[in-house]
Nanobody, 116 residues
Framework: QGQLVESGGGLVQPGGSLRLSCAAS????????MRWYRQAPGKQRELVAS??????VYADFVKGRFTISRSVAQNTVFLQMNSLKPEDTAVYYC???????????WGQGTQVTVSS
C-alpha cells in the first residue's frame, strides 16, 4: 500500500484560506482515485473532494470554495480551501486507491480549525 502524509492544516479565521497537501510514497499515476475526506467531532467521516482519472468531483458544501489538484512531479495531491467557514472545522484525511490492486490507503489526518 502507498503511504500518504498530510500537511498544511492549522487555525484560520472565517473567510481565510488554507492549502492541504498529501504526499504519496508512490507515483500518483499509480492511483486511480485520490480523495479528501473530513471528520468533525461527533460526526461521521464525509467525502469532500475526489480527483479521478480525467475528472474532479466535489461535495455540494464545498463547491466553488475548494479545489483538488495533483502534482505528478511532487507525487502530491492538494486541497486548496478558500472562503473557509467555522463548519469546515474537522480533521482532514487523504485517501488513495491503487489502480492495479484496488487497495486503499489513508493518511494520518491534519486538523483544520476555522475560528475567530
Amino acid at each position: 500500500q502507498g503511504q500518504l502524509v498530510e500537511s498544511g492544516g492549522g487555525l484560520v479565521q472565517p473567510g481565510g484560506s488554507l492549502r492541504l497537501s498529501c504526499a504519496a510514497s508512490k507515483p500518483i499515476s499509480s492511483f486511480s482515485a485520490m480523495r479528501w475526506y473530513r471528520q468533525a467531532p461527533g460526526k461521521q467521516r464525509e467525502l469532500v473532494a475526489s480527483s479521478l482519472v480525467g475528472s474532479t468531483v466535489y461535495a455540494d458544501f464545498v463547491k466553488g470554495r475548494f479545489t483538488i489538484s495533483r502534482s505528478v512531479a511532487q507525487n502530491t495531491v492538494f486541497l486548496q480551501m478558500n472562503s473557509l467557514k467555522p463548519e469546515d472545522t474537522a480533521v482532514y484525511y487523504c485517501n488513495a486507491i491503487e489502480h492495479d490492486s484496488g487497495s486503499s490507503s489513508w493518511g494520518q489526518g491534519t486538523q483544520v480549525t476555522v475560528s475567530s
